[in-house]
């Protein structure tokens, strides 16, 4: 359903599962950043209505999953934090050239959004089926649903602002390119490394 061209490496569900909290500090991170996006998208593109309206909902989803994840942070005694950068995501957007029409700006940003999204999923599901830990299995088994929701959302856009055809030869270009990112990647302690 993902469209993902390389499955994340088995290997990385155990490390994970070994640095949880790593993870989970890490996955607080990316639910800002994931705001953060949406927030944009609304700064730098309002005058398309509906993406303003759905990425309203998202900021609030977006917090919602920080604040839960955060909460478990208080839970375990840990602390935040600073952000890291991600390797993956900076990598990621160096695809598409810079500039361009607002249009084209606008796909790009949404089919970057849409794989990141698609990933997360990915992993999401990975920890969901794999940690031993069974409340944490339910808590990532949950979030996959909302990953792949908010995927198919960012995706479902790019098709409805650019021309499809051209979209989706883009979007298979790009998960071509993220495939050999990931070849790189799943040996950190990260949501997407």
Same mark, same amino acid.
Request: hydrophobic share 40%; glycine share 4%.
């Given at each position: 359903?993902? +469209? ?6 088995? =290997?990385?569900?155990?490390? *994970? @599962? ?10 607080? $991170?990316?639910?800002?950043? &994931? &705001?953060?996006? &949406? ?7 309002? %005058? ?16 919602? $999953? ?8 208080? *839970? ?5 934090? =600073?952000?890291?950068?991600? @390797? ?10 810079? +500039? ?7 796909? $790009? ?8 999204? *698609? ?9 969901? @089926? ?6 944490? &299995? ?11 929701? $908010? ?11 650019? %021309? ?13 390119? %993220? ?15």
């Amino acid at each position: 359903m993902l +469209g993902l061209k390389l499955p994340t490496d088995p =290997r990385w569900v155990n490390i *994970a @599962e070994k640095n949880i909290d790593e993870i989970l500090i890490d996955h607080a $991170h990316c639910e800002q950043k &994931a &705001a953060s996006t &949406a927030i944009s998208l609304i700064v730098s593109f309002p %005058e398309y209505t509906n993406l303003v309206t759905e990425m309203i909902a998202l900021v609030k989803e977006e917090m919602s $999953h920080f604040k839960l994840v955060h909460d478990r942070l208080i *839970a375990k005694g840990v602390t935040l934090g =600073r952000d890291r950068k991600d @390797e993956y995501v900076m990598d990621l957007i160096k695809f598409f050239p810079k +500039g361009g029409s607002r249009t084209n700006q606008l796909v $790009h940003r949404l089919l970057y959004a849409a794989l990141i999204e *698609a990933r997360s999923c990915e992993r999401f599901r990975l920890l969901s @089926e794999n940690l031993e830990d069974q409340e944490l &299995a339910k808590f990532y088994r949950d979030l996959m649903v909302s990953e792949a929701n $908010h995927y198919t959302l960012f995706l479902n856009f790019a098709r409805e602002y650019g %021309e499809r055809v051209e979209v989706d030869q883009k979007w298979q270009d790009l998960l071509e390119y %993220e495939a050999t990112l990931m070849g790189n990647l799943g040996t950190k302690e990260s949501i997407h490394g």
